[in-house]
């Protein structure tokens, strides 16, 4: 009478077979959650730059000190502008009323801390609390691209309007390397050598004032 069953050689050529499935599925799985993250920072970048977009396009007679705000040298993001306002050095327009210019320093700051994570706060830190944001390292510029300000008659011909176009970016350190984003220079030389870690999402809009 013949047995049937499986040999020593058979489970464990089965096993092994099985183990470098189960490699494949988890190196899948961790590609995926890398996919998931890098797409969640980038989302998160972009809605940093919309709130600020918004806010130039509400008090759009200073767009240009906006731009003065947070240049491509020197970002937004360190927190600093942020303190000045926990110091009391800003004008905190969200209870008061504000000129249009308090208003662009205080929007500034609060970028600036939505920027650097003042706004989360890390809970049961070993000593005192810490801040976390939604992406690593995040940095935000403003620059104004150009203006057709020459176009403007001379006083005092009649007021016209004339554009200014504004280029808001928020930089970030990605989870690894790749290409140099070319869409701004705003946080370029922070992340990783040769600047392959550094991602950026670049937003232009066009904002119109009187002549003067």
């Not at 989302?43 to 731009?67: F, G, K, W």
């Not at 303190?83 to 050095?89: A, E, F, I, S, V």
């Not at 928020?170 to 220079?185: E, I, K, L």
Request: proline share 5%; aromatic share 6%; hydrophobic share 40%.
């Amino acid at each position: 009478m013949l047995t049937r069953g499986f040999t020593v050689i058979e489970v464990l050529v089965t096993l092994v077979i099985l183990m470098f499935g189960l490699m494949g599925i988890a190196g899948l799985m961790a590609k995926g959650q890398r996919a998931a993250f890098e797409a969640f920072q980038r989302q998160t970048a972009l809605t940093y730059a919309v709130s600020i977009a918004e806010r130039i396009r509400s008090n759009r007679l200073q767009a240009s000190a906006y731009a003065g705000a947070a240049p491509l040298a020197t970002p937004s993001g360190h927190g600093t502008q942020y303190q000045d306002y926990l110091d009391h050095n800003v004008t905190d327009c969200g209870s008061t009323n504000c000129s249009q210019a308090a208003l662009a320093t205080y929007d500034i700051s609060m970028w600036d801390g939505l920027l650097s994570g003042f706004t989360e706060q890390q809970a049961a830190a070993a000593a005192g609390t810490g801040n976390v944001g939604g992406i690593i390292r995040a940095r935000g510029c403003i620059v104004e691209l150009s203006n057709t300000s020459a176009a403007c008659p001379a006083p005092p011909a009649p007021t016209v309007p004339f554009t200014r176009t504004i280029q808001v970016s928020v930089a970030w350190q990605g989870d690894m390397a790749t290409s140099v984003p070319t869409a701004s220079t705003c946080g370029q030389g922070l992340y990783g050598a040769g600047d392959d870690q550094r991602r950026v999402i670049a937003l232009n809009l066009m904002v119109s004032q009187p002549c003067p």
